[in-house]
Nanobody
Framework: QVQLVESGGGLVQAGGSLRLSCVAS????????TGWFRQAPGKEREFVAG????????YYADSVKGRFTISRDTFNNTVYLQMNRVKPEDTAVYFC??????????????????WGQGTQVTVSS
């Protein structure tokens, strides 16, 4: 069973930066993508960013494009989410997730097989 562990969350002032990490107990050669999602209080979980392990193509929600960057370290089985110029509306629990077989749409959370427990990000104004 693959286990994902997120870290790096915390309290940050608006305009500041944070870097989240997602470490996997294992990632098979057949893994398709890793995504970051977030869930704010009273809201549904939403896609933030995703990266394809083959080729490294990245995808972003419009709300974070230009501010957040997703990257991967294949040697250390780690995916990062660099969050710059954060806003109070970025406050949420952030989850990472792995999708193993290719399913075509990296934005859809139902296409992911393994999830971490989440890390809280709070942005103060």
């Amino acid at each position: 069973q693959v286990q994902l562990v997120e870290s790096g969350g915390g309290l940050v002032q608006a305009g500041g930066s944070l870097r989240l990490s997602c470490v996997a107990s294992e990632r098979t050669r057949s893994i398709w993508a890793t995504g970051w999602f977030r869930q704010a209080p009273g809201k549904e979980r939403e896609f933030v960013a995703g990266i394809a392990w083959t080729g490294g193509r990245t995808y972003y929600a419009d709300s974070v494009k230009g501010r957040f960057t997703i990257s991967r370290d294949t040697f250390n089985n780690t995916v990062y989410l660099q969050m710059n110029r954060v806003k109070p509306e970025d406050t949420a629990v952030y989850f990472c997730a792995d999708a193993v077989p290719y399913r075509g749409n990296i934005f859809v959370q139902d296409n992911y097989d393994y999830w971490g427990q989440g890390t809280q990000v709070t942005v103060s104004s």
